[in-house]
């Protein structure tokens, strides 16, 4: 019993992050309907930038804000400079292109920053709260920043006359564009909020795997899992999809082997699209004809 309560809670832990990433794979897609397939190796980059400003001498919170607003603004170069020219080119140009910028962010980290595995800091204690057994402080840690990020995003976009506008261009761009609002800004804020979502979660799982170019590569297929399973149009739905997905991902490591724990997200993925490919809170298009 002890052995499935710590599984659970541990992979909460490590839901929370596929939470997030597959969070700022839901902000992308609802701002552009596009899979953002670099959205993995954009948070690996903005960590290593959260790591060099830690070795310059800066505390570790300091350094969590500015990197998730240097994540901000790169997402916004990224949309205005490399995606908005080819908005209107066929998908299959487009998904050239965001493999292309996995290719890139990938060999620049190996390249600046060196292929050497490097410790990144928790900002958590190091024993346990209240002794418990189950799950350590950065796990709970984790949870707690992934439920806050939901919370702070469902106020912006829900009360704010921003996140309104933004609402308001993704679903109807055409109709936004003749009550005033820039779309194409709206876009591009939708693309650094999920940069900053992003390197967030990027932050927060580099203490468990450790800071290497490739350590967001197996992450992100777990997040398209967990953004399928809750519906790629849904947030919440998202974020509940990367909870299931981690608590999945650790019981069937635990009890079938490492070995299938990959698997676990690629049999959602591929189970979703046959059964639901709105995922379990996405919406459900209908087209009378």
Same mark, same amino acid.
């Given at each position: 019993?002890?052995?499935?309560l @710590?599984? %659970?809670f &541990?992979g909460?832990?490590?839901g929370?992050?596929?939470?997030s990433v597959?969070?700022a794979?839901?902000?992308?897609?609802?701002?552009? @309907?596009?899979?953002? #397939?670099?959205q /993995?190796?954009l948070?690996?980059f &903005?960590t290593?930038i959260?790591?060099?400003l830690?070795?310059?001498g800066?505390?570790?919170?300091? $350094? #969590?804000f500015?990197?998730a607003g240097?994540?901000?603004l790169? !997402?916004v170069?990224i949309e205005?400079v490399?995606?908005?020219?080819?908005?209107?080119?066929? %998908?299959?140009?487009v998904?050239?292109?965001?493999?292309?910028?996995?290719?890139?962010?990938n060999?620049?980290?190996?390249?600046?920053f060196?292929?050497?595995?490097k410790?990144? *800091?928790?900002?958590?204690?190091?024993?346990p *709260?209240f002794?418990?057994?189950?799950?350590s402080? @950065?796990?709970?840690?984790s949870?707690?920043i992934?439920l806050?990020?939901?919370?702070l995003l469902f106020?912006f976009?829900?009360?704010?006359p921003?996140?309104?506008?933004?609402?308001?261009? $993704?679903?109807n761009?055409?109709s936004?564009?003749l009550?005033?609002?820039?779309v194409?800004w709206?876009?591009?804020?939708g693309w650094?909020l999920?940069g900053? %979502?992003?390197?967030?979660a990027g932050?927060?799982?580099a203490p468990t795997?450790?800071?290497?170019?490739?350590?967001?590569s197996g992450?992100?297929l777990?997040?398209?899992?967990?953004?399928l +399973? /809750? /519906?790629?149009?849904s947030?919440g739905? $998202?974020?509940?999809?990367?909870f299931i997905? !981690?608590?999945?991902?650790n019981?069937?490591?635990s009890?079938l082997?490492t070995e299938?724990?990959?698997t676990v997200a690629l049999?959602l %993925?591929? /189970?979703?699209?046959?059964?639901?490919?709105?995922? +379990?809170?996405?919406k459900?298009?209908?087209?009378?004809v």
């Amino acid at each position: 019993m002890d052995l499935i309560l @710590h599984q %659970i809670f &541990s992979g909460l832990a490590t839901g929370g992050i596929y939470a997030s990433v597959a969070l700022a794979l839901v902000m992308i897609y609802q701002a552009t @309907h596009l899979v953002n #397939f670099a959205q /993995g190796e954009l948070a690996m980059f &903005s960590t290593y930038i959260a790591w060099s400003l830690i070795q310059a001498g800066f505390p570790y919170w300091a $350094a #969590f804000f500015l990197t998730a607003g240097l994540a901000f603004l790169l !997402g916004v170069v990224i949309e205005r400079v490399i995606v908005r020219p080819v908005e209107d080119a066929p %998908i299959m140009s487009v998904v050239i292109v965001f493999i292309g910028l996995l290719v890139i962010f990938n060999s620049l980290a190996g390249w600046i920053f060196s292929y050497t595995i490097k410790p990144f *800091p928790s900002p958590f204690p190091a024993e346990p *709260p209240f002794g418990n057994r189950y799950v350590s402080s @950065h796990e709970l840690g984790s949870i707690a920043i992934t439920l806050v990020v939901l919370s702070l995003l469902f106020v912006f976009f829900r009360y704010t006359p921003l996140g309104l506008a933004m609402r308001a261009a $993704a679903q109807n761009p055409v109709s936004s564009r003749l009550v005033g609002i820039r779309v194409g800004w709206m876009l591009a804020l939708g693309w650094g909020l999920a940069g900053a %979502i992003g390197a967030i979660a990027g932050m927060m799982v580099a203490p468990t795997v450790f800071l290497e170019p490739n350590m967001m590569s197996g992450i992100l297929l777990y997040a398209f899992a967990a953004a399928l +399973l /809750g /519906g790629i149009d849904s947030p919440g739905g $998202a974020v509940l999809g990367g909870f299931i997905v !981690g608590v999945l991902e650790n019981l069937v490591g635990s009890f079938l082997g490492t070995e299938l724990k990959l698997t676990v997200a690629l049999v959602l %993925i591929v /189970g979703v699209l046959v059964v639901r490919p709105s995922g +379990l809170f996405g919406k459900v298009l209908v087209t009378r004809v």
